[in-house]
């Protein structure tokens, strides 16, 4: 079954709202509140949360808690996840100091950049190394994860020299579309082997900008109107 | 007419690729290349772009300079955008330095935070102001959007002194979901006025990294699955 990306997207506001709840100590939900939190409508909630499974009674709502503890497992954030950071100018070390939640398993292993200035300096207990020591850190170092916080002109290669040393997972953070399908490799203009495992999340400062700039410019329309809701 | 949420998000992809073509200078494209770099299908390109008039002549494509031009309209990006960022730790200094493209008019016009060790500094040509001086900030300079950079505990009273400020786009940075409708106001527990026409855009680094953990758990599942294209 293919479950639409719009739907992951929610699962992760419902679980950001259900940390808050638990944070407000509130033991129970509904769809209907889950909805009215996430700005979309409790029939979405249902539909969405039935992709996974039976988490709640009919009648009776979620317990906070457990359905939290599921989308985590859902989402695969029960498990550690062992994170790299490419590019560690001001936006690496705003993300390598970004508050990531204590129920997360995620952890930084190792930093990286090209600019001489950078390698060498300290953050989150680790050394910033040189980019070109990255095949060889990945042969002694399990990495499921790269953030990718460099310019957005070097955002290619960096996520091809990532893809090439075996990371699958990149989180872009640089404001422009990665190409995988359209890469250059050493053979010519073939697709490289290794770019078919990787899947690539965007993280655009200037995309939600950009949204933002729209839904003011047209203030009748809102932007937590759900796709295609037939 | 409604635009779905989900085709806005789309078109600032669409936006993306054509600057990208721009710059390798490309000159024409169609819905099939748009749609195989934004990793949708080109029913769907040719549907988003429908909701804003007819952009290409049937079977000729579209014109890259043209169509980006007339998405940045559609977008409200040919016009000027004065924006404030309120928190101004690491992550609000990062997002002060980040690369705004030189096409766009977003400016920034101040720089406010209640941490007394960074008011005083000077980022982007701006000094960092106390918090409170927003209100009077306000009333000598116009601002459309506030950027929301402080930590998560902080961010709903931030972003309802923002509204009470008069800033009707906020981005929030912050992970986590601000709930204009439940936020208590001097009056007691009612929904403050000024919430009803702030418009609320989230960029959350985690909300990434989580979609990522899930679509790696799932390889099966592919993250450019669009919504229910019935």
Partial sequence: MTIPSATISRLVTYLRILEQLETEEVARTNSHDLAERAQVNAFQVRKDLAYFGRFGTRGMGYTVPVLKRELMRVLGLTQRWRVIIVGMGRLGQA?????????????????????????????????????????????????????????????????????????????????????PRLIATENGDEISEEWHNVTIENVDFLAGMKRLAFYLLNPNQKNDQPEDNT
């Fill in 95 to 179: 993300i390598a100091n970004y508050p990531v939640g204590s129920d997360y398993q995620f952890e930084y292993v190792g930093l990286f950049d090209v600019n001489p200035a950078l390698i060498g300096q300290r953050h989150q207990g680790l050394t910033i190394q040189p980019m070109d020591e990255l095949h060889e850190f990945m042969k002694t170092h399990q990495v499921d994860m790269g953030f990718l916080a460099v310019p957005p002109e070097k955002a290619q290669a960096a996520a091809q020299a990532l893809a090439e040393a075996g990371v699958r997972g990149i989180l872009n953070f640089a404001p422009t579309v990665l190409q």
